[in-house]
């Protein structure tokens, strides 16, 4: 069963601190993961997308990375702001297109003062 | 650039009466189209998708139909709304294997 689980479901750290963010998947055949931010009551905003021969891509704050391997990845937030409080979603594809989506739960993270 | 859009932001509707929301995309041509909702705490959920005009997908048997009557409209209607009904509801589009955009979602509260 094509799955994606993520961790920890919620996450509360003090602004300017980092922090990182887990993605497991059994989804097959991999085709690629992508990392989106959803702000309270919005749609999601991509943060990065990766292919199997990428292991490491930054947006700035933002750096995933990914082992196509273990099936896992990860976004790392440096130095944390109160904007980056919102939910991240993990989505993997499989091969084949349009909609061979699976998407995460989702990781709630509060950036407090 | 390709931009989507998608309203009504918000909307409060009583059991049993009908719901329409669309969804239009600008800047781009035959894009895959998708309606997602999303319960509170919950992941994203496939209802509908389309590859073109009048194609429509349904991922989940339910309370609600999709219509695709333009290349880049995409609106999804129910003929009663149930409670369970309830939610976020997100369009999104996108190319090939390439990343979904989504729109700004539609809080629907069926009362």
């Known amino acids: 069963k094509n799955q994606v689980e993520q961790s920890p479901q919620s996450l509360i750290i003090l602004e300017g601190k980092n922090c990182t963010l887990q993605c497991n998947y059994t989804v097959s055949p991999f085709s690629n993961l992508r990392w989106y931010k959803q702000d309270t009551g919005r749609g999601p905003v991509s943060l990065t997308i990766m292919t199997f021969s990428e292991n490491t891509k930054s947006n700035g704050r933002y750096t995933a990375t990914l082992d196509a391997d273990t099936k896992q990845s990860s976004l790392h937030i440096t130095a944390s702001q109160l904007s980056d409080s919102a939910s991240y979603i993990c989505v993997v594809s499989r091969t084949g297109g349009y909609q061979k989506v699976t998407f995460g739960t989702g990781t709630k993270l509060q950036v407090i003062p | ?111």
């Not at chain 2, 189209?33 to 705490?41: F, K, S, V």
């Not at chain 2, 339910?62 to 309830?86: G, V």
């Open chain 2, 1 to 111: 650039s390709q931009t989507i859009h998608q309203w009504p932001a918000t909307l409060v509707q009583p059991v049993g009466s009908p719901l329409s929301l669309e969804c239009t995309v600008e800047g781009t041509s035959n894009p895959n189209l998708y309606w997602y909702r999303q319960a509170a705490g919950r992941g994203l959920q496939l209802l509908f998708y389309s590859v073109g005009i009048g194609q429509i997908s349904s991922e989940v048997p339910q309370n609600l139909s999709a219509s695709r009557p333009q290349d880049r409209q995409f609106i999804l209607s129910s003929k009663k709304l149930l409670l369970s009904d309830s939610g976020f509801y997100l369009c999104a589009w996108n190319r090939g294997d390439y990343g979904y955009t989504f729109g700004s979602g539609t809080r629907l509260t069926v009362v």
